[in-house]
């Protein structure tokens, strides 16, 4: 796996709380909801790993892996992580998701 400009930032103590929020839903197949330009994506987070739905190796970073999330409108996404962890803090980007 390549080095993005997430790999050389920092791993902040906020970003570990924000990524255990994101890996126990993955592990859980959670409810997860995000807000994209104005609408609400629902549905059920599946694994981490690359973004054609390969799992992550032990030595890649977490921050350029992507969560799939099968929404409840009956296809699979993958969301880059790196983004994931900024909006988790701001509410755009709801981990364990309830209705």
């Given at each position: 796996m390549t080095t993005t400009q997430t790999t050389n930032r920092p791993l902040t103590c906020r970003d570990a709380v924000d990524l255990a929020a994101i890996v126990?839903?993955?592990?859980?197949?959670?409810?997860?909801?995000?807000?994209?330009?104005?609408?609400?994506?629902?549905g059920l987070a599946r694994s981490i790993g690359d973004e054609r739905g390969n799992f992550g190796g032990r030595d890649d970073d977490i921050r350029?892996?992507?969560?799939?999330?099968?929404?409840?409108?009956?296809?699979?996404?993958?969301?880059?992580?790196?983004?994931?962890?900024?909006?988790?803090?701001?509410?755009?980007?709801?981990?364990?998701?309830?209705?």
């Open positions: 126990t839903a993955a592990c859980s197949t959670a409810k997860v909801a995000r807000l994209i330009d104005g609408t609400v994506y629902v350029d892996e992507y969560l799939r999330v099968t929404l409840l409108l009956g296809f699979d996404v993958a969301w880059p992580m790196s983004e994931l962890l900024s909006e988790v803090g701001s509410g755009y980007f709801v981990p364990n998701y309830q209705d």
